[in-house]
């Protein structure tokens, strides 16, 4: 069955910086749009970052343009989302999202709290 497996949120200082990873299986990889939300306190769920199949194609929400980065290893079946510049507005839980044909699969979402 599809899994996503999120990693690597965590507790930083404003400005500081975090990685999130998130492992795929179950499904090709390569051949799905993969992408990354987020969900603050008492706020809907809102895209991050979309990447197209390859990784040369990526899309931002405009709160984290230049901060934010979406890749992916198609070798690894990994999606990253690398956060820079980090504002306490970035605190939510992170979730990573695959698009296979038809179907949306999430995973279960890592937390990221920015504070000082």
């Known amino acids: 069955q599809v899994q996503l497996v999120e990693s690597g949120g965590g507790l930083v200082q404003p400005g500081g910086s975090l990685g999130l990873s998130c492992a795929a299986s179950?499904?090709?990889?390569?051949?799905?749009?993969m992408s990354w939300y987020r969900r603050a306190p008492g706020k809907e769920r809102e895209l991050v970052a979309l990447i197209n199949k390859s990784g040369y194609s990526t899309n931002y929400a405009d709160s984290v343009k230049g901060r934010f980065t979406i890749s992916r290893d198609n070798t690894k079946n990994t999606l990253y989302l690398q956060m820079n510049s980090l504002k306490p507005e970035d605190t939510a839980e992170y979730y990573c999202?695959?698009?296979?044909?038809?179907?949306?699969?999430w995973g279960q979402g890592t937390q990221v709290t920015v504070s000082s």
């Open positions: 179950g499904f090709t990889f390569s051949s799905s749009y």
């Open positions: 999202k695959a698009d296979v044909g038809s179907y949306s699969y």
